[in-house]
């Protein structure tokens, strides 16, 4: 079994019982018991014990915080405005991003939701071959961009026909970086099984977190489609990557200091929801 009960804490409230989703727990005796059965390892039995009586073997007892209010809360307010003045940013500094705060966007990712806590994703930072890979990716787009029937391979090809074609010759002539930008670093999220009832959402679920995180510390962010459109379209790409057989590249950003200042928010269109 993959939880521990410290028998001398517990105080058998059944507050994990209540919370369990596979229900694994009992009360006897005035503690709480384990049945057999499959852990998914979720870890809200160790959240909600207020004895601090459960433990997940083989976890960091340092990533185990206790709640506090000044730490932990945002006002909805304050949270609303964060994400409304957040921007996709397209002009970022000649400037590194710090290790440390590569670490914090990998840190927001992994506390990421997933479907039945399968952690299925993993990630890619484009450092060293990212000339090499932009290269690769832009002379994709621009070849099927000018193929016949280029459409039926990549459904919506039209609208960006023309820029494909303008983009890698941009690149070979002048360095032009129309893909990422010019970003100091790149991350794409692999999902290693997108098959899966969430494996994709999982993936998107874990960028989104990086985005905001990116936005906390200073920096810029950009979702780039078309590299990921380019890594399903170019089998090279996915060689380089590692991409192994049954994964897939779910989301690429371009991540750096940005190089524009924005000064308000900005409006958008009503949220279309159906009531049932």
């Known amino acids: 079994m993959n939880v521990e009960i410290r028998q001398d804490r517990c105080v058998g409230c059944g507050a994990c019982l209540r919370d369990c989703l596979r ?22 039995c160790v959240a909600v014990c207020p004895a601090d009586a459960i433990r997940l073997p083989g ?52 506390y990421s939701p997933t479907g039945g ?32 029937g280029g459409e039926e391979e990549l459904p919506g090809l039209k609208r960006y026909r023309e820029r494909w074609r303008g983009m890698y010759p941009a690149w070979k002539e002048r360095r032009k970086d129309g893909l990422f930008y010019g970003a100091a670093c790149v991350l794409m999220v692999v999902s290693r099984n997108p098959g899966s009832g969430s494996g994709r959402l999982d993936a998107g679920l874990a960028s ?42 779910v989301s690429t950003l371009a991540i750096g200091y940005p190089a524009v200042q924005y000064r308000r928010t900005v409006n958008r269109d009503p949220a279309d929801l159906t009531r049932l």
């Open 208 to 249: 989104a977190n990086m985005e905001l995180m990116a936005h906390a510390l200073g920096l810029g962010a950009c979702y780039i489609g078309f590299f990921t459109m380019a890594a399903e379209l170019e089998p090279e790409l996915y060689r380089r990557l590692g991409i192994q057989e049954g994964e897939e590249v």
């Open 23 to 44: 229900e694994l727990f009992y009360v006897a005796d005035g503690k709480a018991q384990i049945k057999q059965g499959v852990c998914i390892r979720c870890g809200h």
């Open 117 to 148: 806590n399968q952690q299925k994703n993993r990630y890619i930072l484009l450092d060293r071959d990212k000339e090499e890979l932009t290269e690769l990716a832009l002379k994709t787009l621009y070849d099927v961009a000018g193929r016949p």
């Open 59 to 110: 976890g960091r007892e340092e990533e185990i915080l206790p709640y506090d209010p000044a730490q932990f809360d945002i006002p909805p307010e304050q949270l609303m405005n964060f994400m409304k003045f957040r921007r996709s940013v397209r002009q970022f500094k000649d400037k590194p991003v710090e290790r440390e705060k590569l670490e914090l966007l990998l840190e927001a990712a992994r």
